[in-house]
């Protein structure tokens, strides 16, 4: 079956059988491999990306749901000139990842959570990104990143990140 959307703002066509999920099209059909395969149930998050500006979890979606849609994966947050987006700078500054395997699925998530629930408190942030599993951090560096990267998001601002020999 062919399924016609967008992704990263460039047209594509996956031919893939029906019960293909957005993920494996994603990661197997475009190689775009930021967005990571970890439950295959939608419980861990690290599949993440945005459809139509939403989060979502693409090892939920059969790809042939996305026809026509406008999907953005880890791989087209930044700047075309390699400028992070600035929650991925936030993540980098806040040292909000250990493994990096989460990584991709929580940075889509916090850009959602974001750009959804502008100055979420701590709490708030933690609640609402409880889909999203890490195994390394504890979160207290994730939660720090997610709060800066929103301020940096809301006010347009680039996240300073320190520079190491």
Do not use: W
């Not at 991709?104 to 959804?116: E, F, K, N, Q, R």
Request: with cysteine.
């Amino acid at each position: 079956m062919q399924v016609a959307f967008k992704v990263n703002g460039r047209q594509v066509t996956v031919d893939a059988p029906p019960n293909t999920f957005l993920v494996h099209a994603i990661r197997e059909h475009l190689h775009l491999t930021g967005t990571h395969v970890g439950c295959d149930t939608a419980q861990c998050g690290a599949c993440t990306v945005h459809v139509n500006g939403r989060a979502v979890k693409s090892c939920n979606v059969l790809v042939a749901q996305a026809a026509g849609a406008d999907i953005t994966t880890i791989e087209g947050i930044a700047e075309a000139d390699g400028t992070m987006h600035p929650m991925q700078a936030a993540f980098k500054e806040c040292h909000g990842l250990q493994c990096g395997f989460c990584t991709p699925g929580m940075v889509m998530s916090a850009i959602d959570l974001c750009t959804h629930h502008p100055k979420s408190s701590e709490s708030e942030i933690r609640e609402l990104l409880d889909g999203n599993l890490c195994r390394c951090t504890g979160y207290q560096n994730i939660v720090k990143a997610v709060k800066m990267g929103g301020e940096a998001m809301a006010s347009g601002t680039l996240v300073k990140t320190t520079v190491t020999a």
